[in-house]
């Protein structure tokens, strides 16, 4: 028996060795991917080490996020992961929460509370520094704050909320306009889908009732004067219900706001050196990530030049939830320059001089904004 038993162990070493040789070989020789079709997403591909990246630690944090991003076989691994969840009769995969009246809700991840500090010292060294011109912080709050009540009972879906009222007191005395969203939200939930059903971004509409919050605080129009509300798309499938594989066969309605005439601007793709007329990309129509359609996806940075007759020059810090918002600024801002830190490797400094930056926005939903660590790299 004894034998039997050692043989047996040896064989699991074995095989356990032999498995991890062969995800490392795999992980090495396999080519790197840039976007998942199942997650919907940007994924981080190997990172270039540079000295300043090294000493502000932006590196280590893109190194394990490439990692994650390229492990082998991933997307085979997160489809097995939510098949076994759902044969189990949970109403949650994948941090995904199956609610009510056809809502797929992403749960709030908190940060560490090491994490926060030093978000929060980043960000104050940040806005300390450009006290002298306007700036707006919008961190919008997600379906799992607004729409808790669709949530399944008893859900541990994170305190979204409790944080973000820690964030808006921490940065109280900082010079910033704090643009909070959520009474607004909670006002129009009833009568606004402000998020999509099988994704974690707002809606359009929800962008554009974000739009008109900031026009207070900002001074700018705030209308949607010589828009339409146009339909883009009604097949829309987002990232929720391939992260969980809940109601994989439903769809979203995917609108824009879009003007009656020719819109005279340039929009400039600042890494890629392309050049386009139109906000909109509508070849991603016919891909899985339809919401690329919207500034034709995440790009580490963006300059949007338009005709309007005044000197406004915006920076917009952000995640993907501004892409549907950015259209709204065109006809308030002469220049927008748009900067995502997931994937810019720059000098913010050096960018904001050279631009002529008059005004900051910072865009992020409450999710990424407290789990991304690239912003807070950025704003060192």
Known sequence: M?????????????????????????????????????????LQTRPALTLSDALSGRYEDRFDDYVADQFPFRDGWIALQSALERLSGKTE??????????????????????????????????????????????????????????????????????????????????????????????????????????DHHWTTDGAYLAYRRLADAANLSGSAEGLQRRLLSGSFKGTLSALSGFRVNEQDALVAYLPSGEEQLVVTWVRENEKSASLYRAACLDTRDQYAVFLNGNHAQIR????????????????????????????????????????????????????????????????TFATDGALRADLK
């Open 2 to 42: 004894k034998k039997k038993r050692m043989f047996f162990l040896r064989g699991v070493a074995v095989v356990t060795a032999a498995l991890v040789v062969l995800l490392c070989a795999a992980f090495v020789l396999t080519r790197q991917r840039t976007f998942s079709p199942t997650e919907n997403r940007n």
């Open 93 to 198: 995969s994948g941090g995904v929460f199956l609610g009510r009246d056809g809502y797929l809700i992403q749960g709030f991840t908190a940060p560490s509370e090491d994490d926060y500090q030093a978000t929060l010292v980043a960000l104050r060294g940040f806005l300390g520094r450009h006290g002298d011109i306007p700036q707006y912080l919008m961190i919008a709050p997600t379906a799992v704050q607004v729409l808790a009540d669709r949530l399944p009972a008893l859900s541990q879906a994170g305190d979204e909320r409790g944080y973000m009222d820690r964030l808006f007191s921490d940065l109280a005395a900082s010079p910033v306009n704090i643009v909070d969203l959520r009474s607004d939200f909670a006002e129009a939930k009833a009568d606004t889908q402000l998020y999509y059903r099988t």
């Open 304 to 367: 949007i030049e338009t005709a309007v007759n005044n000197e406004r020059t915006l920076l917009v810090l952000k995640d993907s939830y501004a892409n549907c918002l950015i259209p709204f600024l065109t006809r308030d801002y002469r220049r927008i320059v748009v900067v995502d830190p997931r994937y810019y490797t720059g000098e913010l400094e050096v960018l904001m001089e050279a631009e002529g930056v008059n005004e900051v926005l910072i865009l992020y939903n409450a999710e």
